[in-house]
């Protein structure tokens, strides 16, 4: 029981790392000019992200 509930939060954790390191990689690839384009800041991106995966 108490080793399930280990293995579950350990795959949810490592979903949430893999979605979250995906999302960072697309954001450091988009250049000045794609920013710009978007009116987003590069910071701003990132903590959103991050809010919404990690709450």
Known sequence: MIFD??????????????????????IENLSSRDLADLRADRSEMLYQIHKQIYG
Not at 5 to 22: C, D, E, I, M, P
């Open 5 to 26: 509930s280990f293995v579950t939060r350990a795959r949810t954790n490592l979903a949430k790392r893999r979605q979250y390191n995906r999302l960072v990689a697309e």
